[in-house]
């Protein structure tokens, strides 16, 4: 099934962004080998925040312990289409999830749709409670090319214990909901994905998630490791089987990360978040917004992408990323 996936991401691709994406890849290579960050091009993917409310209140998740400091709202349809505009030619992959849970803002959907008749690769994650039947059959019509759908645990008594508040019958509802309109309206898309964020109360479901999916339908499983805030001296939500834990443990009761924090991010060169405000943040892991580039609101995307505070940010990251705060917890951006 994810043969179908890339295929379809595939047709996304044009010789304008094409041209682009070897312009940010030749950047970022220039910058990895002379120290000196360059950035030609805009960004391959950008990530959304229709929304910093969520209907759940997860343990290790800023919207779930409404504990942003900085302002929470909804993001303004107009400040997104004229992104969009801005971005259209370039843009392969546009993701609608941040913090908060999409299916709050009214309207979500149509945004996607905005995109999607774009020609762009769409993509959402979704702790699945709001797919009823209609909602499910206008998803589809969006055009939405890939659903994450969040199922930390094929038990309530398991689900509940991360995903507080939550109903693994909702999720189980929402799913079969979504496969359901694919069916009758015989579409490809979106392809669907349980995503199964592995912390110790669930990591013996391992196995169920994926006899799960095959049950309802779902095209894939992705495990996820877990972000842990306070992992120091050791969390009870930290697997007990190391492949899935993003920390390493020390056998003197402290924990340190696992990645070796390389000074280098393809994250800072390929893509970017934005806010429900039209604030651009470098990446997903300034959740709070420590580190803005600019806001949409102010200055066309291509002036904050370009400017001399992204490219100091760039550039402290190429001398140090270790001192960079949001980089210290983080598992990702080293890897190309």
């Known amino acids: ?41 805009l960004p391959l993917a950008v990530g959304f ?49 941040f913090q908060g849970e999409p299916y709050l803002h009214k309207d979500f959907l149509k945004m996607v749709k905005y995109a999607s008749d774009r020609k762009i690769y769409t993509a959402t994650s979704t702790n699945a409670h709001y797919l009823t039947p209609e909602i499910a059959e206008k998803t589809v019509k969006s055009g939405i090319d890939r659903m994450i759908i969040s199922i930390d645990g094929t038990t309530q008594e398991t689900y509940e214990q991360y995903r507080v ?7 189980l509802e929402g ?43 779902v095209d894939e499983v992705r495990l996820k490791t877990a972000q842990i805030y306070e992992y120091e001296n050791g969390n009870e939500l930290i697997p007990t089987i190391d492949k899935y834990s993003r920390y390493k443990d020390n056998q003197d009761g402290t924990y340190s990360i696992k990645n070796k924090l390389l000074n280098h991010c393809w994250k800072m060169w390929h893509s970017c978040v934005i806010t429900w405000d039209g604030t651009l943040v470098p990446c997903c892991f300034d959740k709070d917004s420590e580190h803005p580039m600019g806001s949409l609101q102010q200055n066309t995307f291509k002036e904050i992408w370009h400017s001399k505070p992204y490219q100091n940010f760039r550039k402290a990251l190429i001398k140090s990323r270790s001192e960079v705060e949001i980089c210290k917890n983080c598992s990702e951006g080293a890897l190309v």
């Open 175 to 217: 799913t079969k909901n979504l496969i359901e309109a694919k069916k009758r309206l015989n579409s490809k898309t979106p392809h669907t994905i349980f995503q199964f964020l592995v912390v110790r109360p669930n990591e013996h479901q391992i196995a169920d998630v994926y006899k799960l999916a095959e049950e309802y339908g």
């Open 165 to 171: 508040g939550g109903q693994l019958s909702k999720v």
């Open 49 to 97: 925040e229709p929304t910093t409310s969520c209907n759940l209140r997860c343990p290790e998740c800023p919207s779930g312990l409404r504990s942003f400091t900085r302002p929470t709202g909804m993001l303004e349809k107009e400040l997104y289409e004229s992104t969009i505009d801005q971005l259209q030619d370039s843009l392969i992959y546009l993701t609608f999830y």
């Open 1 to 41: 099934m994810q043969i179908k996936d890339h295929l379809n991401f595939a047709s996304k691709l044009t010789l304008k962004r094409v041209r682009n994406a070897l312009q940010i890849l030749g950047s970022y290579g220039f910058s990895k080998l002379t120290g000196k960050p360059t950035i030609k091009g």
